[in-house]
């Protein structure tokens, strides 16, 4: 991996921070980064207040949920987090691996009640999407248990990946070391006390010198948001890791400023895509139609139907579903917005709906509408707007409910 750190802003690290600080880099060609940030937590009883510090970060604004993803959306008590009272002052480290265009960036660290980032941003450019090797010789800090590495892959697939760590036995209290994918904690099948701790140290380990082992694990992970996420109890050492996505390439993926499609509407994010639905069915329309239209995705899913589909992209870009997508009059307008008569603020402010939407950041205005149409005239009206069905008018712009 080669280093980069390019126009940064001058910094002293390490830096204490009591409510947020905004990090500026930028790099000069697009590819996939690892971003990587140490930081430690207090806990409640460390400040004399309830509760302790707790630290999240967003990326170029965007906000990182748990996985898999709940209800109501978590940003804070989530592996890419600093959970003070869990960490009671000891460092933690969260590896981001994402894709990147070239333009300035920015990584926001947001605290509540406070927090120290360790180290300054370390940011790397991969090229070697099959072998992506972390060369890491730490020992954690002497603790109970906790979260130590996280490593999050942003909309990227993971065929496997390897780690490499020492657990030291000793009488009292041996080193563990606890390993979750996506909130699913590897079992250590070989151990009735020490189940959920995949490397548990043991007498047995140091006789026969196996405290340090290298473990394999194949996922065959899709395109999404994955977590690895290493948890440490007392002093285990993580010599290496390394992943393997199972892709000799990686295309330049759609971005706010530069929203001109790659070719599949596939590789766009979630967000990506509701923008240029949002976009392509509600330009014109108000902020609060704009809305519904996101919404209208959600209720699609949350009605489980496989005709409808069951994510982000299986509804919008179902055959014949959302217009923009299908008509040759604005097909146009959502595969490259900023170069077909579009402009730059109502694009922004599409991203932004499309970001609040996915973030539950806005209620719903449609009361769970599914479908919607802007014909002015009753006699061209779809078969399916009915008066049953007909939940409510905003702007030009009528919501449905189907259950079909």
């Known amino acids: ?76 008590d989530i592996p890419l987090s600093w959970n003070g009272s869990q960490l009671k002052g000891l460092g933690k480290t969260v590896v981001f691996l994402l894709l990147l265009d070239l333009d300035n960036h920015q990584v926001e660290f947001i605290s509540d009640k406070g927090a120290i980032i360790e180290i300054e941003p370390q940011i790397k450019l991969i090229t070697d999407y099959k072998n992506i090797q972390f060369d890491i010789g730490q020992k954690a800090e002497n603790g109970d248990r906790r979260s130590w590495f996280t490593f999050a ?94 892709v000799n390439e990686i295309k330049r993926i759609s971005t706010m400023e530069n929203p001109k499609w790659t070719g599949k509407f596939e590789d766009d994010t979630e967000l990506i895509i509701m923008a240029r639905m949002i976009l392509g069915e509600g330009e014109n329309q108000k902020k609060e139609a704009k809305i519904g239209l996101g919404h209208s995705v959600l209720n699609r899913i949350k009605k489980h139907k496989k005709h409808w589909g069951y994510t982000i992209h299986e ?35 599409s991203y932004g709906v499309a970001e609040a939407v996915l973030n539950g950041k806005v209620t719903d205005p449609t009361f769970g509408a599914t479908h919607f149409h802007t014909y002015k ?14 939940k409510i008018k905003i702007d030009k712009i009528y919501f449905y409910e189907l259950e079909a």
């Open 153 to 246: 892959l942003i909309d990227l697939p993971l065929k496997s990946f390897s780690a490499d760590i020492t657990v030291n036995y000793r009488f009292r209290d041996s080193d563990d070391v606890k390993l979750l994918v996506d909130n699913m904690v590897k079992k250590n099948t070989f151990s009735i006390l020490h189940r959920d701790w995949l490397w548990s140290a043991n007498i047995l380990t140091k006789i026969f010198k196996k405290e340090r082992q290298k473990k394999t694990f194949e996922e065959n992970l899709p395109k999404d948001i994955h977590y690895i996420d290493f948890w440490a109890d007392r002093t285990p050492i993580l010599h290496e890791v390394v992943l393997d996505l199972g």
């Open 1 to 76: 991996m080669q280093l980069i750190l390019i126009d940064c802003m001058l910094n002293s690290f390490p830096k204490k921070i009591t409510d947020k600080f905004t990090y500026h880099f930028s790099v000069k060609e697009f590819g996939l980064y690892a971003i990587t940030l140490v930081a430690s937590c207090r806990s409640g009883q460390q400040i004399g207040q309830g509760g302790g510090e707790d630290l999240w970060v967003e990326i170029d604004g965007r906000k990182f949920r748990e996985v898999p993803a709940l209800a109501k959306p978590q940003y804070q």
């Open 377 to 390: 005239h009753k006699s061209d009206f779809p078969w399916w707007a009915t008066e049953n069905n007909f």
């Open 315 to 349: 509804v919008i870009l179902k055959e014949f579903q959302y217009d923009s997508f299908w008509n040759t009059d604005t097909k146009n307008k959502v595969k490259d917005p900023l170069h077909n008569n579009v402009s730059r603020s109502i694009w922004n402010e």
